[in-house]
C-alpha cells in the first residue's frame, strides 16, 4: 500500500483551541489536518460559553493561563480587522454587593496590576450608578475593568479554522481517533474513518482530553473533570438596561454568574458551575433557570418580565487542578493542551502561539510569506449585518434577521455546517426569541439531505 | 476585503396609512381605510407571502362570518389578500419593519435595501407566537424534534415535510387540538397528550377529540424533562403528586401559551402592557404614541382569525376618522386596572373625550380558572358585581356603556373577588 507523506502535524479536537493552533501552524507552514470526532467543529467544550475576551485581570500571576489570555487577546485585537471579527468594547466591573465582597476588591485590584492591568479603576456606589441606571441599588461599588471586551465565540474560531483551510490545511470531520503509534519519526495514527501518518500530534481534544491522551500514550497524564454551565438568555429588548459586563467577586473555584450584554444583542446571564461525569450531555433544568432568573433579576431589577429568549448549557473541561495542563513530549513529538477552562476562547490565540513556538524548537518551518485572509459570516448586532445589503434574497430567521444568502453560504464553502447547531452558529437562525416557530420548516427544506440528524423525519405522503 | 455596500434609506416613502403585519386584522383594516376613502394604505408584511398565521392552518371553520362560506386558513388568507387588493390596498412582501421611530417614521428592510417609510398613522397588526420551549425554561437536553404548533403546520402545509412521526403533545388549547388533526392526517401519531390544568383549556366537545381517536391524555401532568442526544429520544411525565414515567417519543410539541408578537413595540418609543404582552391601547386601539393604532392578536393572545379581522375593521374606521379630523385627541386617560386573578385588560385605558365612541366592550382574560364575583369599580365606587366563572384563555367582556363610568373617574380597577 502506498504511504502518503505524512502530515507535519495532527490536531485533535476542532473546538476553539484546535481551530486556532491548527490556523497558527497552517500559516507557520506547517502541512496541518485536523480531526473532529463531531459532525462539526466547535461541538463540545466551545459551543457554549460567555464570549467574553478578558484581560486576564483575575488569572493567576505567572501562570501560563495569563499568559495565554494576554497574548491571545492581543492576537485577537491585531487579526479581527483583516478576518472581519467583531469586538464590543464593554468593560467589565467587578461588583461589590455586600462589605466582605466589597473588601475583597482591593486583592483583585492588586492581583490585576500585578498582571499588568494598569486602567482598572475603583467605581464608588454613585460612579457605579451613573455608568448602570438600570443597576440594583444594594450594588456598593465595583472594579472597573475596561479593556473586558464582548467577541463572538463562533465566528472567532470558524474565522481560524477557515484560514487554516485557505491556507492548505485540512479537516477531517466525523473523524474520532482510535489509537496512535509513534515509530520514532512519526505518527501513525488510526481513527474511525482510517488511517492518517503525521510527524507531531498536538491534542486539544478538551472534554476528551485526557482519553485522547490515553489513546495515544497509554496513559493519563491528567483526569477531565466536566463542569457544566447553563446560561439563560433574555431578549434583545433586555440589552437596553446594560452596557457593561457585571461580574461576581469570585470565588476560589469559579468565576461565578456573569450578566453580560451579547455581541448578538441580547443579555446573557451564567454560568453555573456543576460538576457530572457526562462528557457530551449538558441538560438544562427547570429550577436552575429560574435561579439564573432570579440572580438576574436581583442585579437589575427591570429584567421583571423580560421574555427570556433561549436556554442553553456548556461543559468546562476543567482538571484535577486548576492550571492549564500543557505538555510538550519532545521525543514523542506530542503536545498535549489539556483543561482549558473558561478563558479558553480569549486564551486560544496565546495557546496557538505557545504550541508554534513548542512546535518551531525542532521542526524547520518556513511562514507563509503572503496567507490568504478569508472573512467570517458578520452576525454582531452593532455591526452591519448582511441583511442591510441589497440582494440578499429573503429573510429566513425574522427574529435574528438571517438571510436566504448567508444561510446558503454557510451550507457552501471549505467547510459547511456539518448540523444544525453548526448552522446556528454560523448563523444564529432559529436562536431568537421564537425559537423556530417560524422559520424551522424553512430550516428543514433548505437544509434536507445535508445533516445526520435532519429537521424532517420524512415527506409528508410517507 | 471586500466593503459592504451600505445602503442608507434615501427619501422615505410616504403613505397615508402604513399597516405592519398582513394577517387578518391587518388586511381587513387595509380595506377598511380604502372603503374609508384613505388614499395610500400600504401593507408591509415580512413574509413571502400575505395572509398571515392562517396560511398554514390547513382545516376550517375560517371566513363564516367574514364571507359567509366555511374556508380552510390559507383559502381563507388567499381570499384576505383578493380582497384587499380588489380594494386598492398596496401589498408589500419580504418588507421587514425594523425599527418604530415618533413621527410615523419606520425603518424596513428589504430585498434591494434598506428603505424609510413616512406615515401619517400606523397601524400594528404584528399578531402572536406560541411560548417555545426556552422560555418555559423546561428541563434536560436540547435535541431536535422540539417545535411549537405554527412551526408544525408551516412544515406540514408550507414545505410538506414532517419533524416527526411520534410526537407528546403540550397543552389542550384550540391550537393543540388542531396540532392534532394536522398529526393524524399526516402520517403523524401522537403518542399523549399533557396538560398541566385539572381539565382541557379548550371547550367542549372540541376537547374530546383526543379520546375519541384513542390519544391519552393527562392532566395536572408537566413535563418533568425531554431527552435525546440527536433527535428526542423521550420524555419524564411528572404528575403533580410526583409520580413520574417515561415515555418513548419522537418529538415534543408545545402548543399553545401564545405571547403577542410585540418585539418592535418593546424596542420602540411605545408604552408596552405587561400585563397583555402586547402595546397600551385605548378604545380606539390608540398607543401612547397617538400616531400609532393596534389590532388584532398583538393586543393579546389569543383570539379567531375572525375577530381580529372585525377587529382590524373597527380600528381602521378611528383611523379613518381620525385622518378625516373627526377623532377627538385625548385629553384625559381612565387607566384600567386588572386586580386579583385577572390576566389582562383590553383596552388598558379609556381615552376622554370619546368615552362611548370607541369600543363597546372591555375585554378580560383570568390567569388560572376562577370563581367567584367579577368586582368592577371606579374611584371606590363599585360600578359592577356580578357572578362569574372564568376559565384562562377565554375572552370576557365588559359593557362599557353599562358601567355608568363617571365623567370624573381616575381609574377603572377589575378584580375576582369570592
Known sequence: MLQPTPFDVAIIGGGVVGCAVARHLTLAGAKVVLLEKATDILSGASKGNSAILHTGFDAPPGSLELACMQEG??????????????ILETGAVV??????????LDQIEQTARNNGISDVRRLDRNELQAREPHLSAQALGGLLVPREHLIDPWSAPLAYMLQALANGAEIRRSTEL????????????????????????????????????????????????????????????????????????????????????????????????????????AGVDTATLESLKQKAEAILPALAGMPVTAIYAGLRPATERKEYRVRHDVEQHLITIGGIRSTGLTAALGLARHVGRLWASSNAHTPLADPVWPEAPMLAEHEERDWTRPGYGEIICHCEMVTRRELEA???????????????????????????????????SLTEGRFPVPLAVGHCHD | MTEPTMTEPANPLSVDVAVIGGGPAGLSAAIE????????????????????????????????????????????????VRHALQAGVE?????????????????????????????????????????????????????VGVINTGALQAYVHLQ??????????????????????????????????????????????????????GIPVHYRTEIAAIDGDGRVESVILQKQDGERTTLACDGVLFTGGFVPEASLVRLSHLTLDAHSGGPRIDQFGRCSDSLYYAAGNLLRAVETAGWSFREGRRIAGYIADDLQGSLAKAERLIPIVPGRDIKLAVPQQIALPGLLAGARTIELRVEEASTGHLDVSSNGRTLLR???????????????????????ATEIRVEMRP
Open chain 1, 73 to 86: 487577546y492581543q492576537e485577537y485585537i491585531d487579526i479581527r480587522t483583516r478576518l472581519r471579527l467583531p
Open chain 2, 386 to 408: 356580578k357572578p362569574l366563572s372564568a376559565l384562562p384563555e377565554r375572552r370576557i367582556l365588559l359593557d362599557l356603556k353599562a358601567l355608568g363610568l363617571l365623567d370624573d
Open chain 2, 33 to 80: 381605510l380604502k372603503r374609508r376613502g384613505i388614499g395610500q394604505v400600504v401593507v408591509f408584511d415580512r413574509d413571502v407571502e400575505a395572509g398571515g398565521v392562517p396560511r398554514h392552518c390547513g382545516h376550517p371553520p375560517f371566513g363564516l362570518r367574514e364571507f359567509g362560506r366555511l374556508l380552510t386558513g390559507p383559502a381563507y388568507a388567499r381570499r384576505l
Open chain 2, 91 to 143: 401589498i408589500r412582501l419580504n418588507h421587514a419593519v425594523v425599527a418604530l421611530h415618533p413621527e410615523g417614521h419606520l425603518e424596513l428592510a428589504t430585498p434591494d435595501g434598506r428603505i424609510a417609510v413616512r406615515a401619517k398613522r400606523v397601524l400594528l397588526a404584528t399578531g402572536i407566537r406560541e411560548t417555545p420551549r426556552s422560555a418555559r425554561l423546561v428541563t434536560g437536553t436540547r435535541p
Open chain 1, 410 to 444: 454557510a451550507l457552501d464553502g471549505p467547510l459547511p455546517a456539518g448540523d444544525i447547531g453548526g448552522l446556528k452558529r454560523r448563523t444564529r437562525a432559529g436562536m431568537g426569541r421564537c425559537q423556530g416557530f417560524n422559520c424551522s420548516a424553512r430550516l428543514a
Open chain 2, 160 to 213: 410538506g415535510m414532517i419533524p416527526f412521526r411520534r410526537p407528546v403533545i403540550v397543552g389542550t388549547e384550540l391550537v393543540s387540538l388542531s396540532a392534532i388533526a394536522t398529526c393524524l392526517t399526516h402520517g403523524m401519531r401522537p403518542v399523549a397528550m399533557v396538560e398541566a390544568r385539572s381539565r382541557p383549556t379548550a371547550r367542549w366537545p372540541l376537547a374530546l377529540l383526543p379520546h375519541l381517536v
Open chain 1, 95 to 104: 461588583v461589590a454587593w455586600n462589605d466582605d465582597e466589597a473588601g475583597r
Open chain 1, 178 to 281: 482510535l489509537s496512535g503509534q509513534f515509530d520514532g519519526r512519526d505518527w501513525r495514527l488510526a481513527t474511525s474513518t482510517g488511517e492518517l501518518a503525521a510527524t507531531t500530534v498536538v491534542n486539544c481534544a478538551g472534554l476528551y482530553g485526557d482519553i485522547v491522551d490515553e489513546r495515544l500514550t497509554g496513559q493519563t497524564h491528567f483526569t477531565i473533570k466536566p463542569r457544566k454551565g447553563q446560561f439563560v438568555v433574555f431578549d434583545k429588548a433586555a440589552a437596553r438596561l446594560l452596557g457593561t459586563i457585571i461580574l461576581p467577586v469570585p470565588s476560589e473555584r469559579t468565576k461565578g454568574i456573569v450578566l453580560t450584554p451579547t455581541i448578538f444583542g441580547n443579555l446573557l446571564v451564567g454560568p453555573t458551575a456543576e460538576e457530572q461525569d457526562e462528557r457530551d450531555r
